[in-house]
């Protein structure tokens, strides 16, 4: 009954609040009633001549009511009156005051006041004025935290976002109740954030979770770096109930989302890693008024260098891909941002005449060049398409960007350029090769080498969603597999500053942190989607060909410099003579016309010493040799002699290593 008279009386207050006639009636009221009441107590509870009241009281009214038009304190919403409303009653109050007192003193000549009543009535008028506001926002407050079925929420953290958070949460009409907040800063345990108080820190969640019968759990922690959200996540799984999160910090700087837009867990969470200080300066200062070009933009790194491009105003953006379904959605898209000049073209970049045109037309004076075929099963099935594409488009790409004045040429690079078992992986090098080599007159060779980028157009993250989404069994080449990975708006940022970093001929390769198990990656993304293990199935399909159990970043032949940031390093190796790589790179293209991909791979591996391209395939076939198994097939043996007490399976009568702690689902057929 009671919540209910307080539902009533807020509804109430809510319909008024908003209403001009009644705010100035009420304003009115509490100003005379200030008024009085600093004359009775002037006067020991006296009021003074009904002549003397009938001069000043219109003249403090109107004073009041322009001071509180001044500030905009003639407006409802008490609900949401905050520090910023309060100010503005104060100073309101000392302008309104300020002005009856020298018309009542000075323009009416009425000495009859006394000082002591101009102060009394102004600290009473801005005591009623703000208290007002409080009681009218904590009466909102109390009927909203009082609706019975809204969601009883935890919060992890208690920073300034969790501060937003809570103040979102106890707008009117919401479906969520702060109950709490757990932050690991000790200090913070006992304060309260707009009435929320902080029981403990993040590990005590557990523990509290059942006592205060919390139903979901809110992660406001934007800038936690990968480590801490995986604790973060892992606390919260103890707990079994529904969590979300805020934006990243990332997200939340760039304007691509607001505080209050909560949304899963994603792995891109897990994975983030400590942000990047990047010289933005350096950065706008070199792209700033100049005509830039992205090959290759409809992809997943074309495309957001493309974005984030744009934002360091270019006086023009080239945008070319040959895809043209791509190009149709990529211009859809940056139109759309209406940041600049935005060209987008359908050309192949191996097309001279074409990409000739393109470049003088629009007079291109930086290049990033993110086209190339990247598919490793596809390129080794397709080998004179990967070196026809990537190497001797690239070639002719090069010879038509110095042509036209190009002045500075950066090429995507891939850790698969490192010891390559594959075509793809080996293309890629000999492209670092030519760059390294290449003659420099005017323009400025850059290759920037990384590894994968999470969600890019056929990665494993969106092939193990749409196989959890189809209740399908997750499908993982090898248990040891791992991978280098980062998330593409951080590649593509830090692309941008060794495009100021870079010299000519220089290699530059970004910091991919550790390596990832692609199987706990496949856990995590279980874990995220609310399934358990033992709900889906792992199948082990074997390493594809040209597939690596680990990628690699640097050759042990390379000297690793440190540059002005910390996330990209320089490698220092023995150039190559552009006449001996052009040599080789004519007996590259004859091999094209030979049948079969055996003269075109002899020539790579000239090319390439380092590369072993049949290296993969054998691994496969000892690992895999009846092809495709399953997690069925698979059961736990002890530590096998030899190998240093790690776990191992039996895969198909083919021993492999075990993640260390990794368990694997073993039903019975």
Known sequence: MVKRKISQLSKGLFFLEHRAPFIICLNVILVLGSFLAAWALRLEFHLPPPSLLLLTAPVLVMMRLASMARFNLLRGWWRYAGLNEAVDVAKSTLVGSLGFFVAVHYI??????????????????AGLLSSIRVFSRLLAEAAHVDVIGSKRVAIVGAGFAAQMIIRELKRPGGEYVAVACFDD???????????????????????????????????????????????????????????????????????????NQLREVDVDDLLGREPVNLDLEAVRKHISGRVVMVTGAAGSIGSELSRQILDYGPSKLVCVDQNETGVFYLERELSRRGLGNVVCSVAHIGDSDRMRKLCSVHNVKMIFHA????????????????????????????????????ETFLMISSDKAVNPTNVMGCTKRVGELILSAWPRKQMRCVSVRFGNVLGSSGSVIPVFREQLKRNQPITITHAEIQRFFMTIPEAVALVLQASVLGEHRDILVLDMGEPVKILDLAHTLVRLSGKSSDDVEIQFTGLRNGEKLVEELFYPTERIEDTSC????????????????????????????????????????????????????????????????????????????????????????????????????????
Not at 110 to 121: D, F, I, K
Not at 209 to 223: F, V
Not at 375 to 401: D, G, I, K
Not at 627 to 638: A, C, D, F, N, P
């Open 566 to 669: 910390e996330k990209i390093k320089r490698t220092m190796t023995k150039s190559i003579d552009w006449i001996d790589l052009s040599s080789d790179l004519g007996k590259l293209k004859s091999s094209l016309y030979v049948d079969g991909a055996d003269p075109i791979l002899g020539v790579l591996k000239k090319l390439v010493p380092e590369a072993s391209f049949d290296e993969a395939s054998r691994e496969k076939r000892r690992l895999f040799p009846h092809g495709q198994v399953t997690s069925r097939e698979i059961k736990r043996l002890g530590p096998a002699e030899g190998e240093n007490k790690d776990r191992r399976i039996v895969v198909s009568n083919v021993d492999a290593i075990a993640p260390p702690g990794g368990r694997f689902r073993t039903n019975s057929a």
């Open 185 to 259: 800063d000790r200090s913070k345990v006992g304060i309260r954030l707009h009435g929320v108080p902080v029981l403990g820190t993040v590990d005590q969640l557990p523990q509290q979770s059942e006592r205060l019968g919390i139903d979901e759990i809110l992660i406001a922690a934007p800038s936690a770096t990968g480590i801490q959200m995986r604790r973060f996540v892992k606390t919260c799984e103890q707990t079994g109930l529904m969590f979300k999160t805020v934006p990243s910090l990332r997200d939340l700087i760039s304007g691509q989302a607001q505080i």
């Open 108 to 125: 009416l000549n009425l000495r009859q006041v006394p000082l002591s009543v101009y102060l009394g009535e102004a600290i009473i008028t």
């Open 371 to 406: 086209a190339a075929y990247k598919h490793v099963p596809v390129m080794e099935e397709n080998v004179q398409e990967a070196v026809n594409n990537n190497v001797f488009s690239l070639l002719s790409f090069l010879a038509v960007s110095e042509e036209t004045g190009c």
